[in-house]
């Protein structure tokens, strides 16, 4: 298996379709090798090559943590997105080369859990089902609450109740009734934590029961999956220790402008949650446009730190620590 | 570092209502019922029962019990032990839901084994706090034979359970909530380290 740069080449064994809108890709190390561990939530970054640029995509990992001889991702397919995910859909085949970067894990299970709530929608099943087959040589009950639009939407849903039976259950629209959050989060013993990934209304519903029936921060996680038309009006910054000017277009965030003007800086997530690319403001003259989960309230509105993995401006001059 | 200046101990919190709980247990012992008084008139108007766990034992001979019971609103369990109160809240807990808030007060021993309790159920750093009271005498534990001795003073003394001369080290644990022990002339026979009184 060659690696360039730290990521990893792996040819895609296999490519299915899950749903209407969601292939599953098997990758492979080509020369046969086991791949780099991850443990259950943990996610990589693909790097769609593009004409004129790369894009990349982080995708959950819905493989077996115990089984590293091939990784899984799925892809939704989003027309109105920049491209990333409509290439992987209609350009790999199977036998491809593509690369990856090894796998990070910004969603994992708390050890020390009594009870693990799993509230999923649509393709935010992803990193949940690497999560439950960690959970298969732990003792600690689950559940898991899968919502999604309708019977063809249903597959990955389906193959889980296969596997896991009761303990897994399904919301299909127009088949069973709607999921209520603020039922499966009441009356659960000490030591439950919930774990929620899909959309950003059912994050931000789980998050508000959550702290109506008076869960702590501490036994509440989420990740939240990019839009990944979530795109916005042009602007250029500076980077303040070349003096280099960056144009960002409108499909194009930051930290993507950064890489294509040809610098690196850190990143993990590539979603605003990990921390990992935070960078000072040392000039502003406008108004930072914070989409993260990382930075604190305090942090957005002192207009000194940006993410801008996710982050935009609206601004005359930005210049940044980088 | 092999026996001071080792940061292990915890630092503890002062009492105070957190915030969004919809139950609140509070317990004490001694003279960690006047922390407990305290806490009570802030949680004045707070939403959610309060349960009140109160054990009489106590080093130093405060007893609070009389004062707490002039909260008729909040259920009261008094007991005559610190274990006691302790199994009794491991009970309490194991039927509790989340959302429960708990407020520990006393002695750095009791202190220790009642978190032992709260870790056993994942309660965490935003659903307990811990106040210390009184004074910083340790809970010791022997490495040689698992003997907990209670109330240690002084840097070196002889372990009830096996006679021999330790050293007490700074290092607590809070798996065993307990400060370690060691033989104090274990590197040169006779040789002991100067004897000290410990920062209670």
Not at chain 1, 115 to 142: K, M, W
Not at chain 2, 95 to 123: K, N
Request: proline content about 5%; aromatic content about 6%; hydrophobic content about 35%.
């Amino acid at each position: 298996m060659s690696q360039n740069n730290g990521t990893l080449n792996l040819r895609v064994a296999r490519i299915e379709s899950v749903t209407p809108e969601i292939k599953r890709f098997t990758l492979v190390s080509p020369s046969g090798e086991h791949l780099p561990a991850f443990s259950g939530g943990s996610h990589v970054v693909v790097l769609v090559a593009n004409p004129d640029k790369t894009l990349r995509n982080p995708y959950s990992l819905l493989s077996s943590p115990y089984d590293t001889s091939s990784y899984q991702i799925a892809v939704r397919r989003v027309d109105s997105g920049r491209g990333g995910s409509v290439a992987l859909h209609d350009n790999v085949n199977e036998g491809d080369l593509i690369e990856v970067t090894p796998p990070v894990n910004l969603f994992p299970l708390i050890k020390q859990a009594r009870l693990h709530l799993f509230i999923a929608g649509g393709v935010g099943i992803t990193p949940v089902i690497s999560q439950l087959e960690e959970l298969r040589l732990s003792n600690v009950p689950f559940e898991l609450h899968y919502a999604v639009r309708g019977e063809e939407h249903a597959q990955l849903g389906k193959e889980l109740q296969a596997t896991y039976g009761e303990q897994v259950h399904l919301y299909r629209k127009g088949v069973e009734s709607r999921m209520e959050i603020g039922r499966i989060l009441a009356d659960r013993p000490l030591g439950s934590h919930v774990y929620v990934c899909g959309p950003d209304s059912m994050i931000d519903a789980t998050l508000a029961c959550a702290r109506d029936l008076g869960w702590t921060e501490s036994h509440v996680h989420y990740e939240r999956f990019l839009e990944q038309s979530s795109g916005g009006e042009a602007f250029s910054f500076t980077l303040g220790r070349s003096g280099t000017t960056i144009e960002v277009s409108p499909d194009q965030t930051m930290l993507e402008a950064v890489e294509a003007a040809g610098f690196s800086m850190p990143y993990l997530c590539r979603g605003g949650a990990c921390g990992h690319c935070e960078t000072a403001v040392l000039e502003l003259d406008g108004e930072l446009l914070h989409t993260d989960d990382w930075l604190s309230d305090e942090d957005k509105a002192s207009g000194k730190k940006i993410m801008p993995c996710v982050s935009r401006a609206q601004c005359n001059r930005l210049v940044i620590d980088l | 570092m092999l026996i001071t200046g080792i940061k292990s101990r915890p630092v503890y919190d002062r009492l105070q209502p957190l915030p969004g709980g919809r139950r609140h247990i509070i317990a004490g012992q001694g003279s960690g019922g006047r922390a407990m008084l305290r806490l009570l008139d802030e949680m004045t108007g707070l939403d959610g029962p309060i349960t009140l766990l109160y054990s009489k034992e106590s080093f130093s001979g405060q007893d609070f019990l009389t004062d707490l019971q002039r909260y008729p609103d909040h259920e009261l369990r008094p007991y005559a032990s610190n274990q006691a109160l302790i199994d009794d809240l491991n009970d309490l807990l194991s039927a509790a839901h989340m959302g429960t808030r708990l407020y520990l007060a006393g002695s750095e021993s009791f202190l220790g084994s009642a978190m032992q309790v709260a870790t056993r159920f994942d309660l965490n750093r935003d659903e307990v706090l811990r106040e210390h009271s009184g004074t910083l005498v340790r809970r010791v534990w022997c490495v040689h034979c698992d003997t907990y001795t209670e109330n240690v003073t002084q840097r070196v003394y002889d372990c009830p359970g096996c006679s021999l001369t330790l050293v007490v080290r700074d290092h607590y644990s809070r798996r065993l909530a307990a400060f370690q022990a060691v033989k104090a002339d274990a590197e040169v026979p006779g040789e002991l380290p100067p004897a000290e009184e410990l920062d209670t």
